[in-house]
C-alpha cells in the first residue's frame, strides 16, 4: 500500500470534507429548527435550499448580461448573491408554512408530512418550468470570477481556492450568527421556548405562530445561503440538484440528533468528513475494488450504526421531557 | 374585576362544563375547589384562552374575552400558572423570567425582578441554573415568578400545592398571600381545601361541571358537606 500517498492526501480530504459538512450543516439546521418547534420534518426543505441557488445564478447571470460581473468588486457581489439567495428562501420557506402547513397544523401527523412532500415535487417542478421557459435550459452553470478560482499552495499537497475559503467563512458566519440570535437574544429564548411548550409560550404573551413563521424564516435563510454556497463551490444546478443533499442534510440532523441545533451542526460536519474520506481512501484502501461511487454506502453505514448505538444522535437528549 | 356566565365547554362529545358561573372582585383571593375530574383546570384554560368556550361569557375589567388568544389576554393583566407548573426545563432560571417579561418594554423590569427575587431567594441563588434541574418547589417557585413578571392585575394558580411537601405548600401560601397583599387579585384552584379556605376570601365549590357552592371562605369552612367531602371529616 501506498502509505505516503495516503498521509500526503489527507489534508485535502479533510479540508474538502468540512467544507461539504459546513453545507450539509446549513441546509440541516433548517430541518432541525423547523422539527425542532413544529416535530415535522419539512421535506420541501431541500428545494428552499436549492432555490438560494437558483436565486444567485439568475443574479450572476443577470450581472453577466450586463458587463458588470467583471467590473463590479468581487466580495460585493458575494454578499449580494448570499444576501439575495437567503432572502428567496426565507421568503419561500415563510409561504410555504403558511399556506401548506399552518392549515393542517391539527390534522394527524402524517397529513402535513404528506402536504410536504407534495410542497417539494411541485416546487421542484416550478423550478425547472421556470428555468426551461425563461432560460430554455435545464442545467445552469454558475459563471465564474477568476478571483475565485485562483489557488494557494499552503503545501506540496494542499491547496486551496479562494472561493473554498470564501464558503467557509461565509458558513462559519452564519453558524455563529444563528447561535447568538438563538442563544443571545430574546427572540431566540422564545424560539426555544415555543419549542419546548407552545401553550405555556403562549401564556408568556408570546404570539407562537409569528415564532414558527420566524423559525422557518431563519431555517430557510440558513438553507438558502448554502444553495448559493453550493452554487459557488461545485458550479452546475438543476431543478432537481437540493433533493439529495436535502437528504443528506436531514440524515444529517438526525445524526446530531433531530431539534438539537448544535447537534445539526455536529452531524453536517461528521457526515462530510465520513463522506470525503471515503471518496477518497474506499478505493484506494480496498485496491480498487470498491470505487468512490461507495462513498454514500459507507457514510450511511456508519450512520446506521452510530444510530443503532445512539438512537437520539450524537447530542440528542437521552431523556426528553414532556409536560 | 373577572366574571364567567353560564360557561359551556366541551372536549369534542364530553362536556366539562356546565353553566359555570363566578366572579372574582378586586383586591380578592376567590378558592376554586373540587375533587378530581371537576372542571377546575378546564375553568382556567378556557378563563385565559387556551380553551375555546361552547357558550357563555367572560368578562375581564368589563372587556369581553370571547375569541381572543392567550397571549393578547394575557396583556390585558391576567397570567395563568398552569397545572403542573410548565416551566421551559431546558430554558435557565433567568431565561425563564425573560419569557416572563416578554412583552414588556416597560421600564419596570428590573424592579419586578428584584421583587420576585425579594419573595423567592433561592430563585435569586440559582439564576444561572437550567430550570429542568430545579426542585420540585423551586419549580413552582419559578413558574409563579415567571406569570409575576407579566405585571398582572389577575394571577390564576392551578394547584400550586401540587406535589409538594407539607412544608413547601405553606410557605407558597404564605408568598401567594404576599402577592396578594401587593396588589395582584388572586383566582386560586386547590384540591388540598383546607390550605386553600385558610387563605381565601371567597370561595367556590365546582362539582362535575357545575358550581354546587359558593360562599365567604368562613361559609365553606363551616358547611357540613363541605366539611365531609372536602375537609376529609
Ligand atoms: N384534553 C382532554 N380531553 C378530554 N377530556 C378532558 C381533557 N382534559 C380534561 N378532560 C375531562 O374534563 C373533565 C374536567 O377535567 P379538569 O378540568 O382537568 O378537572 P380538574 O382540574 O378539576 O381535575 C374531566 O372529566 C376530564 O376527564
Ligand atoms: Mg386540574
Redo the contacts with the bound molecule.
Keep these: 500500500m501506498d502509505y505516503p500517498l495516503l498521509v500526503g492526501i489527507f489534508p485535502q480530504v479533510l479540508l474538502d470534507g468540512i467544507i461539504l459538512g459546513f453545507m450539509y450543516a446549513l441546509i440541516a439546521l433548517g430541518y432541525t429548527m423547523v422539527y425542532g418547534v413544529l416535530e415535522f420534518i419539512n421535506f420541501a426543505h431541500s428545494e428552499i435550499f436549492i432555490v438560494g441557488a437558483f436565486v444567485g445564478v439568475e443574479i450572476l447571470l443577470s450581472l453577466k448580461g450586463a458587463g458588470l460581473l467583471e467590473t463590479l468588486p468581487w466580495p460585493l457581489v458575494l454578499v449580494l448573491i448570499l444576501v439575495a439567495g437567503m432572502a428567496g428562501s426565507a421568503a419561500l420557506a415563510v409561504s410555504v408554512e403558511r399556506i401548506a402547513y399552518r392549515p393542517l397544523r391539527a390534522a394527524p401527523r402524517l397529513i402535513p408530512l404528506i402536504s410536504a412532500i407534495g410542497v417539494s415535487f411541485f416546487l421542484q417542478d416550478l423550478i425547472r418550468l421556470v428555468e426551461s421557459v425563461w432560460r430554455n435550459a435545464f442545467n445552469l452553470v454558475y459563471p465564474t470570477m477568476d478571483v475565485l478560482n485562483e489557488r494557494f499552495e499552503l503545501t506540496s499537497t494542499l491547496d486551496v481556492s479562494v472561493k473554498s475559503l470564501v464558503v467557509i467563512v461565509a458558513a462559519l458566519l452564519m453558524l455563529w450568527a444563528l447561535h447568538a440570535i438563538v442563544n443571545r437574544t430574546k427572540v431566540g429564548t422564545a424560539i426555544r421556548a415555543v419549542a419546548e411548550d407552545q401553550a405555556a409560550a403562549s401564556l408568556m404573551g408570546i404570539n407562537v405562530n409569528r415564532i414558527i413563521s420566524l423559525t422557518f424564516l431563519i431555517g430557510g435563510a440558513m438553507g438558502g445561503a448554502a444553495g448559493v454556497l453550493f452554487g459557488v463551490q461545485y458550479g452546475l444546478i438543476n431543478p432537481y440538484s437540493g433533493f439529495i443533499p436535502g437528504l443528506k442534510a436531514f440524515t444529517a440532523a438526525v445524526l446530531g440528533g433531530i431539534g438539537n441545533i448544535p447537534g445539526a451542526m455536529v452531524g453536517g460536519i461528521v457526515l462530510g468528513l465520513l463522506e470525503a474520506f471515503a471518496a477518497s481512501y474506499l478505493s484506494l484502501l480496498t485496491g480498487g475494488a470498491f470505487g468512490a461511487e461507495y462513498k454514500d454506502i459507507f457514510a450511511f453505514s456508519v450512520l446506521i450504526l452510530i444510530l443503532i448505538f445512539r438512537p437520539k444522535g450524537l447530542l440528542g437528549e437521552v431523556v426528553r421531557e414532556r409536560a | 374585576m373577572l366574571s364567567v356566565d353560564v360557561l359551556d365547554v366541551a ?2 362529545q ?1 362536556r ?1 362544563l356546565k353553566g359555570v358561573a363566578l366572579a372574582v372582585g378586586r383586591g380578592e383571593i376567590v378558592a376554586l375547589l ?10 382556567l384554560k378556557t378563563i385565559s384562552g387556551l380553551l375555546r368556550p361552547t357558550s357563555g361569557t367572560i368578562t375581564l375589567e368589563g372587556q369581553p374575552l370571547a375569541g381572543v388568544p392567550p397571549h393578547e389576554i394575557v396583556m390585558r393583566g391576567l397570567a395563568h400558572v398552569p ?1 403542573g407548573r410548565r416551566i421551559f426545563n431546558r430554558l435557565t432560571v433567568r431565561e425563564n423570567l425573560v419569557m416572563g417579561a416578554y412583552t414588556r418594554r416597560d421600564a419596570g423590569i428590573a424592579a419586578d425582578l428584584d421583587r420576585v427575587f425579594a419573595l423567592f431567594p433561592r430563585l435569586g441563588e440559582r439564576v444561572a441554573q437550567v430550570a429542568g434541574t430545579l426542585s420540585g418547589g423551586e419549580q413552582q417557585m419559578l413558574a409563579i415568578a415567571r406569570a409575576l413578571m407579566l405585571g398582572p392585575r389577575l394571577l390564576l394558580l392551578d394547584e400550586p400545592s401540587m406535589g409538594l411537601a407539607p412544608v413547601l405548600v405553606e410557605q407558597i401560601f404564605d408568598t401567594i398571600v404576599d402577592i396578594n397583599r401587593q396588589g395582584t387579585t388572586i383566582l386560586l ?1 386547590e384540591q388540598n381545601a383546607a390550605m386553600a379556605l385558610s387563605i381565601a376570601h371567597r370561595g367556590y365549590v ?1 362539582e362535575t ?1 357545575s358550581i354546587a357552592l359558593a360562599g365567604t371562605a368562613a361559609e365553606l369552612s363551616d358547611n357540613a358537606d363541605v366539611r365531609r367531602a372536602y375537609l376529609g371529616e
Excluded at chain 2, 373540587?34 to 375553568?43: I, L
Aim: charged share 10%; hydrophobic share 30%; proline share 0%.
Design positions: 372536549y369534542g364530553i366539562a373540587g375533587n378530581n375530574g371537576a372542571g377546575k383546570t378546564t375553568t397545572e384552584v365546582l361541571g
